[in-house]
């Protein structure tokens, strides 16, 4: 694989259930991102991982969380999935601090039913 | 908090005319990054253009140029000539250099719908 590989590529999901979106990159890019993109709104900043070991806090991170054991992985869990998490979500990656070093993944579009 | 303004939800061109989509935003920093992204309807996000705050030339790729005026916080895009192929949604985004321990992600304007009618 070369940049970043988001699982699913599509989903339906019933309200309710938990998920795991999956990501992965190669690049060995410190940085990582989880975004929401919905019509209107543009993308919004979910979760991210400046480094290995440590994650915060987006704009909305409310129903989602992260995790970042190593370099490479960074997945995102909705524990209880909500019709308004219905969204396209999108995996992100740089050099933290570093211009122009985002690669993101191809997107996941998520729909809660 | 910053924030990115993209006040045309569409634009409409003519194949090879020349458009220009507007991007204002919000910062108290003086030093940052800006960038117009591509999304086809493909949905991957494509880097089309970047400028770094501290540097007065705008910067242009091709037929693709940005007027950057950093005392009124604008950052224009600005497509040449046109091509089917670069209908699209077009984002501008702020990146700030210090992460401070907080998030280093980029904050998305809104988005214009770029339509070329041939």
């Known amino acids: 694989i070369a940049g970043i590989t988001q699982a699913p590529t599509s989903q339906i999901l019933a309200a309710g259930r938990r998920m795991t979106l999956r990501c992965t990159q190669d690049m060995r890019h410190n940085a990582m991102y989880w975004y929401r993109q919905d019509l209107g709104l543009g993308l919004r900043l979910i979760h991210y991982s400046n480094t290995a070991g440590t994650t915060g806090k987006g704009e909305v991170p409310d129903g989602y969380s992260v995790s970042r054991a190593n370099t490479d992985d960074f997945p995102l869990t909705l524990a209880s999935a909500v019709p308004s998490q219905t969204s396209v979500y999108f995996c992100?990656?740089?050099?933290?601090?570093?211009?122009?070093?985002?690669?993101f993944g191809s997107g996941t579009r998520l729909t809660v039913v | 908090a910053q924030t990115v303004t993209q006040s045309q939800p569409e634009m409409s061109v003519q194949e090879a005319e020349t458009v220009t989509l507007s991007c204002t935003y919000d910062?108290?920093?003086?030093?940052?990054?800006l960038f117009w992204y591509k999304q086809p309807p493909s949905r991957q996000m494509i880097l089309v253009i970047r400028q770094e705050a501290y540097k007065q030339q705008n910067a242009t790729e091709n037929r693709f140029s940005v007027n950057f005026q950093k005392a009124a916080k604008s950052f224009s895009l600005k497509i040449s000539d046109s091509q089917l192929g670069d209908a699209a949604m077009y984002f501008c985004?702020?990146?700030?250099?210090?992460?401070?321990?907080?998030?280093?992600?980029?904050?998305f304007g809104k988005g214009t719908h770029l339509i070329i009618q041939p």
């Open positions: 985004a702020y990146r700030s250099p210090y992460s401070g321990g907080g998030a280093d992600g980029l904050t």
């Open positions: 992100a990656s740089s050099k933290q601090g570093r211009l122009g070093g985002y690669t």
């Open positions: 910062t108290s920093e003086s030093d940052y990054y």
